[in-house]
């Protein structure tokens, strides 16, 4: 009797202190609600009040005990966030953020207390835990998430999988290099070490949300997507064997402190994905520049002359086919040091300068993590040598680094990353990342980062045939997914028709010229490393060199034109007055679209489009008045229009 009357009470307890609390963007279509359940936080999402994300549970774990259940509410408060910010290395220069924000308190038994902090945008969520000071207690480990996200059964997932650690080449995975599968069915999403962010969602046949994670610096682990368990992904942290089982898995914080942000982008297209600013609305640089660093693109042997083309005489042609190309850079890649020598190297890049191209230097970030044994080796992962190295670097006028195989998503690891870039700075040198984590905002927190790679990149096109089999499959899904949330260094725009130096037979390319030009528009990097070859220069049309000479790799704005990941995929970039629309085709049959392309009406345009027969050829158009635009586009194949 006694029990059930507690019980009764418990539940008249329960509906009148729910604690209900709701905000929407500024918009009022997005609205995110939170409550207490059973002393369990809980938090759900709706758009034009049709709920997208379903009742998900809040909370943590730590090495000070549990922060799941038996909480007690504390406060809600409301405010708002409004910032407007430019930066030049993402999908657009100049950006307004505004967004409602509800900080929502609880503490557990012993007062100790946190608060859930969430930022509404009109097509964005962002959240995170901030965690007060505990009486003395000052650090802590967070050692588990119960953050999840509950999607309706009418729900399919375009995922790429976690990648097991201390497998792969040389045991260096993850890497973020497993594709992303289009169209899944969410109950068969049970990968054991779960998914990468960013994932995609397509809910209800009717909205598409795009989940990930920013603000991750030396101070917290990187996080991903759990395997799918009754109804919810969870926050998950790196598997304890990454980096050989060395270093934890959890976040080691100090209080008060707060963890990463994690990000929801919501929408009735597209649209809000391809154009989202989210990463980087919700960070601000964590240093000042050292000095103006210029983007560009750059000419890179190893792509296709591969490890045999580390020589003098090769890095020389490279240089020459920047110079032809009015590239900024060269990337000299892996055994640069054993196989030219830093005597020479400082030849080649005076002989860079003198035709006005400047030179990046490859590195392996480790000696100790995994088996990747290609040098220079050893010199990224103490800060001592790293800082006698980056001083050679300085004054042999190295302007950056591509630094390979990192260890995962470990603090440890996250404090590399950082160790590296403010080290780099310091020496003016800009950083590209391969092997490597997905970057989570990093384009604004750090001035000299310059891409990561983390996506199935060229590299793959070279080595795995079935890679080269779904060129299109996977090149039209990164603008929806992989590239919406950060800068994407793939290393691509194959002019070859083998994907070899002796360009015969081989590897052979299974898309059009057209295509591998629009993919220099559609993938966004500010420092785009090109896979042409010095022989381009003499077989290629000279319409197609002439386009990627003038190919911007910064841009102004982007937007979301058409397009269906695992399909095709069509994006506007502008520059200045100068827009770049391009388009692949994924699909079996050629495809014709209807182009809305308002902000092209009645312009005089330059089309490069493929043929019947898949021949690339050129020619001028006018947009019509109303900015519609009939095009085809084979299978394999793309387009890109610019305006005069
Ligand atoms: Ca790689």
């Not at 038996?70 to 966030?81: C, G, H, I, P, S």
């Not at 759990?226 to 304890?240: D, I, K, L, R």
């Not at 998503?409 to 490597?436: C, P, W």
């Not at 949330?485 to 299974?510: C, P, T």
Request: charged share 25%; glycine share 8%.
């Amino acid at each position: 009797m006694k029990n059930t009357l507690s019980i009764f009470f418990l539940c008249i307890s329960m509906s009148l202190f729910s604690q209900k609390e709701q905000i929407t963007g500024p918009n009022t279509k997005l609205q995110l609600n939170v409550e207490m359940i059973d002393g369990k936080p809980v938090y759900s999402v709706s758009y034009e009040e049709i709920i997208v994300i379903e009742k998900a549970p809040l909370g943590f774990v730590t090495n000070e005990g549990d922060f799941v259940e038996n909480l007690v509410f504390v406060e809600a408060k409301k405010d708002r966030v409004s910032k407007t910010y430019t930066q030049d290395k993402i999908k657009q220069s100049q950006v307004t953020y505004k967004a409602n924000t509800l900080r929502y308190t609880l503490k557990d038994s012993k007062e100790r207390v946190f608060s859930v902090l969430f930022q509404v945008s009109d097509n964005d969520i962002a959240f995170r835990y901030e965690i007060d000071k505990w009486g003395d207690t000052r650090a802590i480990v967070v050692e588990q998430e119960h953050t999840g996200f509950s999607f309706p059964d009418e729900t399919t997932t375009f995922l790429s999988i976690d990648m097991r650690p201390m497998t792969g080449f040389a045991r260096t995975a993850p890497s973020y290099e497993s594709a992303y599968q289009a169209d899944q069915p969410i109950a068969e999403q049970k990968a054991p070490g779960g998914y990468v962010f960013p994932g995609l969602f397509k809910v209800k046949n009717e909205f598409w949300v795009l989940l990930s994670e920013t603000g991750v610096r030396s101070l917290y682990a990187a996080s991903h997507l759990s395997a799918y368990n009754n109804g919810t992904f969870h926050v998950e942290y790196p598997s304890e064997k990454e980096n050989n089982g060395f270093g934890s898995s959890g976040g080691q914080l100090g209080l008060p402190g707060v963890t990463p942000w994690r990000t929801i982008t919501l929408g009735k297209s597209l649209k809000p994905i391809v154009e989202t600013t989210i990463p980087w609305d919700v960070v601000e640089p964590l240093y000042e520049p050292s000095q103006d660093y210029e983007y560009g693109k750059g000419s890179w042997s190893w792509i296709i002359w591969q490890d045999a083309s580390m020589n003098y005489e090769d890095q020389k042609a490279y240089i020459d086919l920047a110079a032809a190309m009015d590239f900024k850079y060269i990337l000299i890649d892996a055994w640069w040091d054993e196989r030219i020598g830093y005597e020479k190297m400082k030849e080649l890049i005076d002989y860079a300068a003198s035709k006005d191209v400047g030179v990046f230097l490859w590195y392996n970030s480790n000696g100790i993590i995994n088996d990747a044994f290609q040098t220079p080796l050893n010199k990224m992962n103490t800060s001592i040598e790293r800082k006698q190295e980056m001083q050679w670097l300085k004054e042999a006028g190295v302007k950056g680094l591509k630094v390979d195989f990192f260890g995962g998503d470990k603090q440890e690891t996250m404090r590399l990353y950082e160790d590296i870039l403010s080290d780099a700075n310091d020496y003016g040198l800009m950083i590209v990342f391969h092997g490597t984590t997905l970057p989570r905002g990093w384009e604004r927190m750090y001035p000299n980062f310059v891409g990561s790679e983390a996506v199935v990149a060229s590299e793959m096109l070279v080595f795995v045939e079935d890679v080269r089999k779904k060129e299109a499959y996977n090149a039209s899904m990164h603008p929806f997914i992989r590239n919406a949330v950060g800068s994407m260094e793939f290393g691509g725009v194959v002019l070859n028709d083998y994907l070899n130096r002796g360009n015969k037979s081989g590897q052979k390319r299974l898309t059009t010229d057209a295509f591998q030009l629009a993919t220099g528009v559609l993938f966004q990097n500010p420092l785009q490393f090109l896979a042409l070859t010095p022989n381009n220069l003499d077989d290629a049309p000279q319409f197609e060199l002439d386009f990627l000479k003038k190919l911007p790799t910064t841009w102004d704005e982007t937007r979301f034109i058409d397009g269906y990941p695992g399909k095709f995929s069509v994006l506007a970039r502008r520059q200045a007055d100068t827009w770049y629309v391009a388009g692949i085709n994924a699909e079996a049959q050629p495809k014709k679209l209807n182009l809305n392309l308002p902000f092209l009406a009645g312009k005089t345009v330059t089309l490069i489009n493929d043929d019947k027969n898949s021949e690339t050829f050129t020619k001028t158009i006018k947009i019509p008045k109303n900015g519609k635009l009939a095009l085809t586009v084979q299978s394999g194949g793309g387009f890109t229009l610019v305006n005069e």
